[in-house]
Every structure is written in structure tokens, then in C-alpha cells.
């Protein structure tokens, strides 16, 4: 009797550890199962988070470009700003020459109605022969002067 108390005692205990194996195996199952889908998840955080990385160093590149871009602007918009003041100020200083100009030739009895003449077409005739002028002068020097 003890020998079938012994043996029966084995098989109850046989059955248990079947059945915790039986249980470990479907924990260990549904263990590795979770552990493969956290892995998955990993995978796509890594990839999104060198994915957001990638974009926002491109961000940072295009922020400091559009940067560079409105100091540039800024600095020809003050240079223009100073150009416009010189062009005012020159602007009335030729206007108040031009009226003082006025009043001294209407001191002298000239208006307004005195015929005037564009000189500039025979100022660059001038010119032109003035240039004639000291290439032929330049010639003649190279050519009777000995170096």
C-alpha cells in the first residue's frame, strides 16, 4: 500500500507539474507574443524618431536660411532708407540752387520765356574730339619721342 500511496502521490504530482508547465508554456506564449509586438513598437518609435530628428534638422536649415534672408533684407532696406534721406536732402539743395538761380536771373531781367538750348549733343561732340584729339597727340608722341 504505501508502494500505491507513493505511486499515486508521483502521478498527482506528475499532473500538477504537467499542468504548471502546461500553464508556464501558454504565459511563456503569450509572453513572447506581447514581447514581439513591444519590439514592433520599438521598431516604428526608433524609425519615427529619426524620421522627427531628420525633419527637424531640416526645420532648423530652413529657419536659419529664411534668417540669413531677413537680416540681408533689413540691412538693403536701412542702406535704401539712407540712400532715399541723401537723394531728399540732395533733392533740395538743387531745388533751392535752382531758386536761387531764378532769383538772381530775374534780378537781371530774364524770365522763364528766354529761348534755352540742349547742349549736351554738342558737349559730346566735344568730347568725342577731345578723345580724337590725345589719341592722335599720344600717337605722335610714341612715335617722334624715343624711350
Given amino acids: 500500500m504505501k508502494l500505491l500511496d507513493e505511486q499515486t502521490s508521483i502521478t498527482d504530482e506528475k499532473t500538477e507539474l504537467e499542468s504548471n508547465i502546461t500553464k508556464s508554456q501558454v504565459e511563456k506564449d503569450a509572453s513572447e507574443k506581447n ?3 513591444l519590439r514592433g513598437k520599438e521598431q516604428e518609435l526608433i524609425k519615427t524618431s529619426g524620421t522627427s530628428v531628420s525633419q527637424l534638422a531640416a526645420f532648423d536649415e530652413q529657419l536659419d536660411e529664411r534668417r540669413n534672408k531677413e537680416k540681408e533684407i533689413t540691412t538693403n532696406v536701412n542702406r535704401l532708407a539712407i ?6 536732402r540732395d533733392l533740395k539743395e538743387i531745388k533751392t ?3 536761387s ?3 538772381i536771373l530775374n534780378a537781371f531781367g530774364f524770365d522763364e520765356s528766354i529761348e534755352t538750348f540742349d547742349v549736351a549733343p554738342s558737349i559730346e561732340i566735344l568730347e568725342k574730339e577731345e578723345r ?3 589719341i592722335l597727340l599720344t600717337k605722335k608722341l610714341e612715335r617722334y619721342l624715343p624711350r
Fill in 35 to 37: 514581447l514581439v509586438e
Fill in 83 to 88: 540712400e532715399l534721406g541723401d537723394l531728399d
Fill in 97 to 99: 540752387e535752382e531758386s
Fill in 101 to 103: 538761380l531764378k532769383k
Fill in 132 to 134: 580724337m584729339h590725345l
